[in-house]
């Protein structure tokens, strides 16, 4: 009778004493769990807002920034499989610097709440469209989005090391170990210091993403912060892109290269994305002005 005791208890005894699995669930910037239909809107999405100026999205693990001529966006993004319906629950913040010329734009204050609910289909691609409608605390409206092509661009530091500029900035970026660390100066303004340095990291050799830490931003027009995490990106024009975030504040900013090297050739070779980021990067400038 004890010997069959013993077998019965000796399963449950090992079995608590096995370490819990840790979970490989997905979460947002908000700590939402991500479901993994949502990951199929990973990417770089260009489009417009009421079929007017130009809006440039980033989509990653339920996490949304995007900016238009005049607004800054951040917010969440979750897609129905059995529907096929991406909802958006955005922030919009008016811009409170906006560097044009430069290509510099910092949104915050007070935000307006946006929500987007949009059809996901494919044209070209799988995936590559957003169509729908959207309520704000001040008016409704229509949206469309169509994925730029250039997520499954290879990622390296070799891409982004060197010098980039933007009217009046100069951005430096150079390797360390593995990562980058960069410095950005204002040569339009010197005497005022405007300064930022911060480093980039690949966060997947395979898709077009990296993460920025920006340490620190002074003596700026805006976005003057401490310890403010984003991303970067190259887009089809190879041109740099931040994207980044501290409280209630939002910072896009684009850069041009000055050797060959922030380039982006390996595309996913269909020509959706150049196509689509030669006139709608262009639109985003235009419109910002």
Do not use: H
Not at 44 to 55: P, V
Not at 67 to 76: K, L, R
Not at 119 to 146: E, H, I, K, M
């Amino acid at each position: 009778m004890l010997r069959a005791l013993i077998f019965i208890l000796l399963p449950l005894f090992a079995t608590g004493c096995l370490p819990e699995e840790e979970s490989d669930d997905i979460v947002n910037d908000q700590g939402e769990t991500v479901s993994d239909p949502t990951l199929r809107l990973n990417g770089m999405w260009n489009g417009q807002l009421d079929q007017a100026g130009a809006l440039r999205v980033l989509m990653y693990n339920g996490t949304v920034f995007a900016f238009d001529e005049s607004v800054g966006f951040y917010g969440t993004v979750a897609l129905d499989d059995d529907t096929a319906t991406a909802e958006l629950l955005l922030s919009a913040y008016d811009y409170t610097s906006s560097d044009t010329g430069a290509n510099q734009y910092v949104a915050g204050g007070a935000p307006e709440d946006y929500v987007l609910s949009g059809l996901l289909y494919p044209t070209q691609n799988d995936d590559d469209t957003l169509v729908g409608d959207y309520d704000s605390d001040t008016a409704p409206g229509g949206f469309a989005l169509r994925n730029d092509g250039t997520w499954d661009t290879n990622s390296r530091l070799a891409t982004l090391k060197g010098k980039w500029t933007s009217s009046g900035y100069e951005l430096y970026l150079t390797e360390v170990a593995d990562e980058l660390s960069f410095r950005e100066v204002s040569v339009a303004t010197p005497a005022t210091g405007c300064t930022t340095r911060g480093t980039i990291r690949i966060l997947n050799e395979e898709i077009n993403l990296y993460t920025v830490q920006l340490t620190e931003r002074k003596n700026c027009p805006g976005f003057n912060v401490t310890n403010a995490p984003g991303y970067a990106s190259v887009n089809a024009n190879g041109e740099l892109e931040l994207f980044l975030r501290k409280g209630e504040e939002l910072l896009y900013a684009r850069y041009t290269s000055t050797s060959a090297s922030g380039t982006t050739t390996d595309t996913t070779g269909d020509g959706t994305g150049d196509t689509t980021e030669e006139t709608t990067g262009e639109e985003t400038t235009e419109a910002a002005e």
